[in-house]
């Protein structure tokens, strides 16, 4: 993949340019951002623990 493709996001599903890849599974840089800010306590961040599993669950398959 060149610098400038878009990749959709696992977590919000947009295409971005901009963010990181945990094994194969891309989450954006805003994404990012919001779950490394995001309190534990808060309902987002279950929403947040459900996309990621994703990616283990992806990884075991």
Do not use: L
């Given at each position: 993949m060149t610098e400038q493709?878009?990749?959709?996001c696992i977590?919000?599903?947009?295409?971005?340019t901009q963010g990181i890849f945990?094994?194969?599974s891309f989450v954006c840089q805003?994404?990012?951002?919001?779950?490394?800010t995001t309190d534990a306590?808060?309902?987002?961040?279950r929403f947040f623990i459900r996309q990621m599993r994703s990616i283990w669950l992806k990884q075991n398959a």
């Open positions: 493709e878009n990749r959709s977590v919000c599903g947009n295409e971005e945990i094994f194969d805003r994404c990012e951002q919001e779950i490394v306590s808060e309902d987002k961040y």
